[in-house]
């Protein structure tokens, strides 16, 4: 398996690519992906190779210039080294407001396990296959399409989808990156039972976390909903032997 550090030696990435999203008529929008790295050939050899996949990708060596970039429209995708110059992956997915993989170069699974408590969609440690990150980048993108709309609105809950933002009658609802996730992949749609596998797929990256992180990230969720309002178990019920659902029945007037 190829991985980036014997990419590094290629001559074909040494020349700058164009940041800009090149915006190209297909008959199915193609998704809009943003690297961030600070090395310029391995983040053009990425670029190169997710525009073999069809889609718009850009790459820029910095936070600033990514959010200089992104200052009309925002990426579905942020593939960015884990530490930049004056941020981070996780902050400027944030800023951005869409899902991120990070690239880290730190040994051990603590760190990769502290980024996804943290928010991250996806980790992945150099040196790394380029079809492997692909692949991930596909995942996520898929993901990210079903039911893709601006915003969710289910009574008096309103999920603002591109910001990861919550409100209930207009009042901000917080929750940790993982809970938004959840509550999202309960609302697509809702009063449909979702097996805890299904939230794994849909609300976890790939191969984290298990049953037990499902029933435990409910929980809090449900506590949360509850604090903010949402009546009796936050709109979420437990469905014997299948999973749990968002139960329009429970919700408020």
Not at 11 to 32: I, R, V, Y
Not at 38 to 51: A, F, I, K, S
Not at 158 to 182: G, I, N
Not at 227 to 232: K, W
Request: charged share 25%.
């Amino acid at each position: 398996m190829t991985s980036t550090s014997d990419l590094l030696s290629n001559d074909q990435g040494s020349q700058a690519l164009s940041s800009e999203f090149s915006l190209q008529s297909t008959t199915e929008s193609p998704s809009k992906v943003l690297v961030v790295e600070p090395h310029p050939t391995l983040r053009t050899v990425l670029v190169q190779r997710l525009r073999q996949d069809g889609h718009l990708a850009a790459a820029v060596g910095s936070s600033e210039a990514a959010i200089d970039l992104c200052r009309d429209q925002s990426p579905d995708l942020l593939v960015s080294a884990e530490m930049l110059e004056k941020s981070s992956a996780l902050n400027l997915s944030q800023q951005l407001g869409c899902p991120v993989i990070i690239l880290t170069a730190r040994a051990g699974v603590e760190p990769l396990v502290a980024l996804l408590d943290d928010g991250a969609d996806d980790v992945l440690r150099k040196p790394f296959g380029l079809e492997e990150l692909a692949a991930r980048c596909r995942t996520l993108l898929k993901r990210g399409r079903v039911g893709l709309q601006e915003r969710v609105s289910v009574g008096p809950l309103e999920v603002h989808l591109l910001l990861r933002q919550v409100t209930l009658r207009e009042k901000p609802v917080e929750l940790s990156p993982r809970e938004f996730a959840l509550l999202c992949a309960l609302l697509m749609p809702p009063g449909m039972v979702r097996s805890r596998h299904e939230l794994l797929r849909m609300a976890w990256p790939p191969f984290s976390g298990g049953p037990r992180s499902v029933d435990t990230q409910v929980l809090t969720l449900r506590r949360k909903l509850e604090q903010a309002g949402l009546g009796d178990g936050g709109g979420i019920t437990t469905v014997r032997q299948q999973g749990y659902r968002f139960s329009l029945d429970t919700l408020p007037s």
